[in-house]
């Protein structure tokens, strides 16, 4: 399970130059029977992603765990800079790098509550496919991707509920 993780995040992250955006978003949510912030507490680490993709690298390679703090996946394969928090979220975004196509790419994750001892964990990504050939293989990305994070957000869960 661990290697598809990790060639899906790097075949995800590999892209080519193309000139006319087509950004996507990907909205995901999941119920957890625990308040809010104790689902943060468990799951809500800008590194805790290594918990819910099984074991995933992840190491903190700048910054204090505040917005600016930049994280690398996979060896520092994936860089992702955290761009904004609160108690019960964050967002980040991943660099542009030297020669590839951008893709915009940005996620947030957020515990949200939902009655005074249920939550939600909503996640939601957005970036850009034009670098995809054709409306097919776009939907096979999203499709891909959605697959990958809706198991983040059931391992998420279970972590949380534990």
């Known amino acids: 399970m661990r290697h598809l993780i990790t060639g899906t995040l790097l075949a995800l992250a590999t892209t080519v130059a193309v000139a006319d955006p087509d950004y996507r978003t990907l909205h995901m949510e999941i119920d957890i029977d625990k308040p809010a912030a104790e689902v943060w507490a468990k799951v809500g680490g800008y590194c805790d992603i290594a918990k819910w993709f099984n074991n995933l690298d992840c190491r903190i390679v700048a ?15 994936i860089v992702e800079i955290l761009v904004g ?21 940005h996620g947030f994750m957020e515990a949200k509550p939902s009655g005074s001892k249920k939550s939600k964990i909503v996640y939601t990504l957005i970036y850009d496919v034009a670098d995809k050939p054709d409306e097919a293989a776009k939907q096979a990305d999203l499709t891909q991707r959605r697959a990958l994070f809706e198991a983040g957000l059931k391992r998420m869960k279970q972590l949380a509920e534990q």
């Open 63 to 77: 910054g204090d765990g505040g917005v600016g703090t930049v994280r690398a996946l996979l060896h520092g394969t």
């Open 85 to 105: 928090k609160t108690d019960l979220s964050y967002g980040y975004t991943q660099p542009a790098k030297a020669g590839t196509f951008y893709n915009l790419y």
